[in-house]
């Protein structure tokens, strides 16, 4: 896809925002009747915010951004005539919504779930993605399912519902600022186990090594679906966002996109239903 033809540079350090399509600029002023007329901070571009890496849904492959989030975003970005841009910024950041609301991003996508409280700062999409949590482990492990983890060290993302939901269950979970950091802690023994969105654990376990190291024990269903932030009343954006889910759905790009970033497709898996993991055990932020 042309929306990813832009290796990702420090975005953060630099505060800078990349195209993610090479050829055909946009200028980079924001005037307020480019605003008005197509919802976007700058005319041309779609910009989103983003956490990286957070595959399957966001990471860097080749110098290029892809994912699965990038791909229904690239549909939204072409209803509205522009091309995605990405803008790499802490996840806390996406609960205040405060990136969006200062027009330095057009949207905040990163396998996000929605919630009551994150509703109150942001508008979101449609669902786009039913997911559990998972309970990783290495194997080996005597940790057989969530019960069997209380009084263990338990990994978690920083400010996600992973992190919540550890904690709701009476655990006492170390933090880790992203998905990179996390797999790391379990690796190195920092943890004995993490909880994370089981699409994330099965990007991972697509990499044999990781899949001889480590195994799900437990599939968490927190009843959790994913949307895509943006500014509170943008409806320009909000709409094509919708448009490109709906679309998506009936024109089978959601399927392959699916089966190419997170593995094999089940309808049921976007209906509550936990999807397979390549090696075909039933698991699923």
Same mark, same amino acid.
């Given at each position: 896809?042309?929306?990813?033809?832009?290796? %990702?540079?420090?975005?953060?350090?630099?505060?800078?925002?990349?195209?993610?399509?090479?050829?055909?600029?946009?200028?980079?002023?924001?005037?307020?009747? @480019?605003?008005?007329?197509?919802?976007? =901070?700058?005319?041309?571009?779609?910009?989103?915010?983003?956490?990286?890496?957070? /595959? /399957?849904?966001?990471?860097?492959?080749?110098?290029?951004?892809?994912?699965?989030?990038?791909?229904?975003?690239?549909?939204? @970005?072409?209803?509205?005539?522009?091309?995605? @841009?990405?803008?790499?910024?802490?996840?806390?950041?996406?609960?205040?919504?405060?990136?969006? *609301?200062?027009?330095?991003?057009?949207? @905040? +996508?990163?396998?996000?779930?929605?919630?009551?409280?994150?509703?109150?700062?942001?508008?979101?999409?449609?669902?786009?993605?039913?997911?559990?949590? =998972?309970?990783?482990?290495?194997?080996?492990? *005597?940790?057989? *399912?969530?019960?069997?983890?209380?009084?263990?060290?338990?990994?978690?993302?920083?400010?996600?519902?992973?992190? #919540?939901?550890? +904690?709701?269950?009476?655990?006492? /979970?170390?933090?880790?600022?992203?998905?990179?950091?996390?797999?790391?802690?379990?690796?190195?023994?920092?943890?004995?186990?993490?909880?994370?969105?089981?699409?994330?654990?099965?990007?991972?376990?697509?990499?044999? +090594? %990781?899949?001889?190291?480590?195994?799900?024990?437990?599939? %968490?269903?927190?009843? #959790?679906?994913?949307? $895509?932030?943006?500014?509170?009343? *943008?409806?320009?954006?909000?709409?094509?966002?919708?448009?490109? $889910?709906? #679309?998506?759905?009936?024109?089978?790009?959601?399927?392959?996109?699916?089966?190419?970033? $997170?593995?094999?497709?089940?309808?049921?898996?976007?209906?509550?239903?936990?999807?397979?993991? /390549?090696?075909?055990?039933?698991?699923?932020?």
């Amino acid at each position: 896809m042309t929306a990813r033809s832009l290796s %990702l540079l420090s975005l953060l350090a630099s505060g800078c925002v990349l195209a993610a399509c090479g050829g055909g600029g946009s200028g980079s002023s924001s005037g307020g009747s @480019a605003q008005s007329t197509s919802g976007l =901070a700058k005319p041309g571009v779609l910009t989103t915010c983003t956490h990286l890496p957070y /595959p /399957p849904f966001q990471f860097e492959q080749n110098g290029k951004v892809v994912g699965f989030d990038v791909d229904i975003v690239d549909k939204a @970005a072409k209803k509205l005539g522009a091309k995605q @841009a990405f803008l790499d910024t802490p996840f806390e950041n996406f609960k205040t919504g405060a990136f969006l *609301n200062t027009r330095q991003c057009d949207v @905040a +996508a990163a396998g996000i779930t929605i919630t009551a409280e994150r509703k109150k700062n942001v508008d979101f999409s449609d669902p786009y993605f039913d997911a559990t949590q =998972a309970l990783l482990v290495r194997k080996g492990s *005597n940790i057989p *399912n969530l019960a069997g983890a209380k009084g263990k060290k338990i990994g978690v993302q920083t400010q996600t519902t992973g992190e #919540e939901y550890a +904690a709701g269950k009476g655990l006492d /979970p170390t933090s880790f600022e992203s998905s990179d950091a996390l797999l790391n802690g379990l690796r190195t023994g920092q943890v004995d186990a993490v909880i994370t969105d089981y699409p994330v654990v099965a990007g991972w376990l697509k990499q044999p +090594a %990781l899949a001889a190291a480590f195994e799900v024990k437990d599939n %968490l269903d927190t009843h #959790e679906q994913y949307g $895509i932030m943006v500014r509170k009343g *943008n409806t320009k954006v909000l709409d094509a966002l919708n448009a490109a $889910i709906k #679309e998506s759905k009936a024109d089978g790009s959601y399927k392959a996109s699916y089966e190419k970033w $997170i593995g094999p497709y089940l309808p049921k898996s976007t209906a509550g239903t936990a999807a397979k993991t /390549p090696s075909g055990t039933t698991t699923s932020k």
